[in-house]
């Protein structure tokens, strides 16, 4: 009898914490309803796959953290900073944060809340150029494999392939 083979493609996860951080999904709750004017602006231009069709999600929890707005099909994770950020341990603390997500392959874009609420096209233009481009992107979401780019030594004509 043939052996069938069956090939299953993994969905890559993300660790969301275990029981210790468990409480992190009510706070990520609370944060959507409180959610500053510069987080409201940028959902309302991130929702409903509106940008390039990559869904974000907001107060997204990774580990023992909670990004303002995450796009899993780009890996990217974008934090909109207030003036809270610029206290000394806001700023240790937000180190640690982009440590670990870089940790789990993310990237990290910082935004000023002052520059979403007046520079919001311009904004825009810096998320698209974070975003793979439509090509990169399957028809499930995943990425696609970095098209080939020619050997800069082809073979010689007549050999090879």
């Not at 914490?17 to 409180?34: D, P």
């Not at 979403?116 to 992107?137: A, F, M, R, W, Y």
């Not at 494999?145 to 007549?158: H, I, V």
Request: glycine share 8%; with cysteine.
């Amino acid at each position: 009898m043939k052996a069938l083979k069956i090939e299953v493609m993994k969905r890559q996860r993300h660790y969301r914490g275990g029981y210790q951080v468990a409480g992190l999904t009510e706070f990520a709750r609370e944060l959507r309803k409180s959610q500053t004017s510069a987080e409201d602006l940028l959902w309302q231009l991130l929702r409903d796959r509106r940008l390039l069709g990559f869904k974000s999600r907001r107060q997204h929890q990774l580990g023992d953290y909670i990004a303002d707005f995450f796009c899993r099909e780009a890996n990217l994770v974008i934090d909109c900073d207030g003036a809270i950020h610029n206290r000394n341990e806001a700023w240790n603390h937000d180190k640690n944060r982009d440590a670990y997500m870089i940790s789990l392959g993310l990237r990290i874009l910082r935004i000023p809340n002052e520059r979403i609420l007046n520079d919001t096209q311009n904004v825009l233009l810096e998320l698209q150029q974070h975003l793979p481009s439509p090509s990169e992107k399957g028809s499930g979401g995943e990425r696609l494999a970095a098209p080939t780019k020619p050997s800069p030594r082809p073979s010689p004509r007549g050999r090879g392939r």
